[in-house]
């Protein structure tokens, strides 16, 4: 049991590498793509949309596969798979996240923006201390939902061979010919995803000042 669990924490640790890595690089590149969602440029625009779509259209184990076999089977290159997962969470990522933050920019009133012509304000200050802290406020919530959806998700990574917590408890699971370790590793998850919920409902509180 012992040697299990010690199993068990080492696919934890790759799982939640998985995780900070991908929230690491898809949250920024989430806001980028979400700006290049609503340019005024009708290319970039169309463009862009066409990779949410993609995105949001197909699974995410698909991606995986895809991120993983593509380069080798076009270009005759090959990477390892730990990279190959980060890539696919992180192109995956990003696309949900331009669309909850262009839904957060979007629902910022227009008069706000003229209000702080005419008070004077540069554009880099509106954004970061007016816009900013409102569009945070209002997308919380769904930021939440996506970033507990990514703690499960990390399971998918298994696909390709990456040893996280679901495939390391599969493996034990079969070996001992037992389902507790499967159940060990939902509980696993439900810590991990109650620690997520605990910090996301202090930001909303530290925020609550924001009307």
């Known amino acids: 049991m012992a040697q299990m669990l010690m199993l068990m924490l080492e696919g934890t640790l790759t799982s939640l590498r998985i995780f900070f890595l991908t929230l690491i690089f898809s949250l920024p590149l989430g806001f980028v793509v979400a700006k290049g969602r609503m340019s005024r440029n009708w290319l970039l ?10 995105m949001r259209g197909t ?3 698909l991606q995986l596969i895809f991120v993983y076999f ?13 990279t190959a997962v980060i890539i696919a969470y992180v192109v995956n990522y990003s696309a949900y996240f331009a669309e909850i933050y262009r839904s957060g920019l979007q629902s910022i009133e227009k008069g706000q923006y003229e209000a702080s012509r005419v008070l004077g304000f540069s554009k880099a200050h ?4 007016i816009v900013l802290p409102q569009v945070i406020k209002r997308i919380l919530p769904s930021l939440a939902n996506e ?3 990514l703690v499960k998700d990390t399971a998918l990574a298994q696909t390709i061979g990456v040893a996280e917590l679901f495939r390391v408890a599969q493996n034990a699971s079969a070996r001992e010919f037992s389902t507790v370790p499967i159940f060990v590793a939902g509980i696993f998850y439900f810590v991990m995803n109650f620690i997520v919920s605990k910090v996301f409902d202090l930001f909303e ?7």
């Open 147 to 149: 970033v507990i959806t």
């Open 45 to 54: 625009r169309s463009v862009v949309n066409l990779y949410i779509q993609i």
């Open 205 to 211: 509180k530290k925020l609550s000042y924001y009307r």
């Open 59 to 61: 699974p995410l184990i």
């Open 70 to 82: 593509a380069p080798f089977y076009i270009f005759g290159v090959s990477y390892d798979r730990f």
């Open 126 to 129: 509106t954004f970061f201390f």
